[in-house]
């Protein structure tokens, strides 16, 4: 059998973004593969019939961003086109070659064909400046010559700088060509919810600095008018769906015990006042949070179909989906073991209606597609639960299993974690080994397929990893940590830590070695300035200074007051105190550093300050910077710096754990 290799990766077929055509007959969805000799992604449209039970290729050598149904023989999908600008192609199901439809000059993010044959859409575009500005100092800004900065955040992960960028609202009349704008110009909107007349968004308008807590709004199509329901700065809230025109369903917290980040429970919103009833307590994410290396592209995470409103989650190790129904009612995961990345719901041809929602039909069965992660499987599409594509034959590899273990931690609940043996493993034998740090710190690692862990493990290591205290999919008493990063999920991956190496005597405790990224990169430097266990560290894209990452990263001055409990105007000494670099003098493992210089994320000053203290500490590091990548590099960056990264993680720790064992 075949050993994972670090540029495996490259034969992988990432399967995305699955939707039903409004007759149910079909179901659209996005092939993505690493292409080599052009350092970049092919992404192609392909069709499953239902009836048929085939699968067959619309695209070839596209770079398809979004799409959408207009109708049920067609599909409308971005392709290339001038930044800033959304260039759609029309493509017909039943034979044709794709031609140009129209072009938009915003960047089109979302978009959904509404009942009437219009289409709702979130694109992003530039406020113009205000009246005075010169032309003279904006034709220089849009050339590059400069930029100019006056709000918070100033740059996005990703994207750049985003002075005056916002993500607005909008309705699109492909036939007369006319792009309606919905918000105001100043409003950043981040979803939405449509039935009939109706259109429910979230929304925050802002000029200096953006806030989290987002206001809820109701637009009516045929009155053009706009109601607040929520002002925004009063609730956090994470999904809308209208149920009718006169109530709606929100997902929604009241931070009563865990503030801001409290994860959100249901609520039945009245859209006459905006008032809010509990309906059912959930207190999970909504969202899929389950880690991998080996996905690429996004899909549908919640939909309201009647009034089922069908949700991912994470739930313990697996990224479910879950229904709640008109009585309260959430069922039970309605996906298999491992991870659900996307779904869509058919129910009849009153399911076209688009957006997140449909209204019940009556006459139709309803039928269910997800994406799916099963086992050490790639993620394919299910149809009601089978298997319907298999554009990846796994049994060719030789993939190490993944062993679980729970131990206890030091607050009585139970951590979990796994452990994979190296290839070609010979009992009494002593291999080197790899501890693995999730990010967030609200992620979880579960059983699925990770590229990298499998690649570290043919190459001769055991690798091991765990969800500490912080983790998602275990609800706020688990999850919540803000404050006091450091210290009990330090105690949880030591601990865990402990417990492998006594479950397994052929693991070297002399030859350990620790990664992580982002939050991963955060505790791995803090790692190294606590204890000397590890012989060798990688840390990524992380956090050294708290200081420093609060007035730099995109998220910082929200993410950073909450995570540490204190800002730079308050409690600064508490932010040093939780920052790894105050402890890098007594760091003595050799460690290498991995950043990108476009990530804004945990921007790059971050990784530069930490190296440089060791480095005047006098331990051993090593800084690779990658350029033109962000912080999803390990995940979506370019196939050459994929490889690059891999490469420089995978010799540190040779060098340090393998050095005089006479393998490889």
Not at 281 to 298: F, I, K, Q
């Given at each position: 059998m075949e050993k994972i290799k670090i540029d495996t990766f490259l034969e992988y077929k990432f399967v995305s973004d699955s939707t039903f055509s409004p007759d149910g007959r079909y179901v659209a969805f996005v092939v993505s593969q690493a292409d080599a000799q052009a350092n970049d992604y092919k992404?192609?449209?392909?069709?499953?019939?239902?009836?048929?039970?085939?699968?067959?290729?619309?695209?070839?050598?596209?770079?398809?961003?979004?799409?959408?149904?207009?109708d049920s023989d067609r599909l409308l999908f971005t392709s290339g086109g001038a930044?800033?600008?959304?260039?759609?192609?029309?493509?017909?199901?039943?034979?044709?070659e794709a031609c140009k439809a129209f072009e938009l000059d915003i960047q089109v993010v979302k978009m959904d064909r509404m009942a009437d044959g219009r289409y709702v859409l979130l694109g992003t575009a530039p406020v113009k400046p205000e009246t005075g500005a010169g032309s003279e100092e904006e034709s220089a800004e849009d050339a590059g010559a400069y930029e100019i900065i006056e709000e918070i955040p100033f740059w996005s992960n990703g994207a750049g700088f985003t002075n005056r960028l916002r993500t607005g609202l909008y309705i699109f009349d492909a036939a007369s060509q006319k792009l309606t704008q919905i918000s105001s110009l100043w409003e950043d909107c981040s979803t939405y919810s449509v039935l009939g007349q109706y259109i429910l968004f979230k929304s925050y308008e802002w000029r200096d600095v953006r806030g989290i807590k987002e206001g809820i709004s109701l637009h009516d199509l045929d009155s053009a008018m706009t109601r607040v329901l929520v002002e925004q700065d009063q609730v956090v809230s994470d999904a809308v769906a209208l149920l009718s025109e006169t109530e709606a369903l929100v997902a929604a917290t009241d931070g009563s015990r865990y503030g801001d980040v409290q994860y959100p429970d249901f609520y039945r919103m009245k859209l006459s006042d905006g008032s809010m009833t509990l309906i059912s307590?959930?207190?999970?994410?909504?969202?899929?949070?389950?880690?991998?290396?080996?996905?690429?592209?996004?899909g549908r995470s919640l939909k309201l179909c009647g009034n089922d409103f069908y949700f991912l989650s994470t739930d313990g190790e697996n990224g479910g989906l879950y229904c709640l129904n008109a009585a309260g009612t959430v069922s039970g995961n309605l996906a298999g073991d491992g991870s659900c990345d996307s779904f869509d719901v058919f129910d009849g041809a009153a399911c076209a209606t688009g957006s997140d929602t449909c209204t019940s039909g009556g006459a139709s069965v309803r039928r269910l597609v997800t994406c799916e992660f099963r086992g050490d499987h790639l993620a394919e599409l299910f149809v009601d639960g089978r298997q319907v594509t298999f554009f990846n034959d796994m049994s060719r590899f030789d993939i190490s299993a993944r062993e679980y273990h729970e131990i206890q931690s030091r607050d009585g609940m139970a951590v979990h974690g796994y452990v994979m043996k190296p290839a070609d493993y010979v009992p009494g034998r002593k291999y080197p080994a790899i501890l693995n740090i999730h990010g967030g710190p609200r992620t979880s690692f579960g059983a699925i397929f990770h590229h990298e862990m499998q690649m570290w493990a043919s190459h001769g290591y055991f690798v091991f990893y765990c969800n500490p205290h912080g983790s998602d999919g275990r609800g706020d008493a688990f999850g919540y940590i803000d404050g006091s990063y450091g210290s009990i999920d330090y105690e949880d991956i030591m601990d865990f830590t402990d417990a492998m190496l006594e479950a397994y005597p052929d693991m070297d405790k002399d030859r350990l070695g620790v990664a992580g990224g982002s939050y991963g990169g955060f505790m791995t430097n803090w790692i190294i300035g606590h204890t000397d266990r590890f012989r060798a560290a990688a840390s990524q894209r992380c956090v050294t200074n708290w200081?420093?990452?609060?007035?730099?990263?995109?998220?910082?001055?929200?993410?950073?007051?909450?995570?540490?409990?204190?800002?730079?105007?308050?409690?600064?000494?508490?932010?040093?105190?939780?920052?790894?670099?105050?402890y890098a003098a007594a760091c003595k493992t050799p460690t290498l550093f991995i950043h990108s210089d476009q990530d804004f994320r945990c921007p790059l000053a971050e990784g530069l300050q930490m190296f440089s203290a060791l480095k005047l500490g006098g331990c051993e590091a090593r800084l690779c910077v990658l350029k033109g990548e962000n912080h999803e590099l390990s995940r979506s960056g370019k196939p050459a710096n994929r490889i690059r990264r891999m490469e420089e993680i995978i010799n540190w720790m040779d060098k340090y754990l393998k050095a005089g064992e006479g393998q490889v």
């Open positions: 992404k192609d449209l392909y069709l499953y019939d239902v009836v048929k039970d085939n699968t067959r290729r619309l695209t070839v050598d596209r770079r398809v961003g979004l799409y959408v149904w207009a930044t800033g600008k959304s260039c759609f192609y029309e493509i017909r199901i039943s034979g044709g307590p959930w207190g999970n994410g909504l969202d899929n949070t389950v880690g991998s290396d080996a996905r690429y592209g996004g200081i420093s990452m609060e007035h730099m990263s995109d998220i910082g001055h929200f993410f950073v007051p909450q995570s540490v409990g204190a800002d730079t105007f308050g409690d600064m000494h508490k932010m040093w105190d939780q920052s790894p670099l105050k």
